[in-house]
């Protein structure tokens, strides 16, 4: 059974940070398309940040230089560092493994806001 586990989420001050983290099982992780995406109220979900296999990374312009995505393959893991936190990154962050369209995995997400 695959199950992709989201953990980090909370509530933080705009310029700050928060450090997302997925746990993966059930799949074969260092074959899959790691990436983070977020929802927030009343818009559709977005791609925020992908890693490849080979560590080839993208990242929506909103957040470039902003974000980080790293995954560890030992441990089944990948991670979203988010600094210099604004109020319009406040979302419903998700955790994807894609491997195939039939391989397409989503956690039940994490909720992050960004208030003073």
């Known amino acids: 059974q695959v199950q992709l586990v989201e953990s980090g989420g909370g509530l933080v001050q705009p310029g700050g940070s928060l450090r997302l983290s997925c746990a993966a099982s059930?799949?074969?992780?260092?074959?899959?398309?790691m990436g983070w995406y977020r929802q927030a109220p009343g818009k559709q979900r977005q791609l925020v940040a992908t890693?490849?296999?080979?560590?080839?990374?993208m990242y929506a312009d909103s957040v470039k230089g902003r974000f980080t995505i790293s995954r560890d393959n030992a441990e089944n893991m990948v991670y979203l560092q988010m600094n210099s936190l604004k109020p319009e990154d406040t979302a419903v962050y998700y955790c994807?493994?894609?491997?195939?369209?039939?391989?397409?995995?989503w956690g039940q997400g994490t909720q992050v806001t960004v208030s003073s």
């Open positions: 059930g799949i074969d992780f260092s074959i899959y398309v």
């Open positions: 994807n493994a894609f491997y195939l369209e039939s391989s397409d995995y």
């Open positions: 890693m490849t296999t080979s560590g080839r990374t």
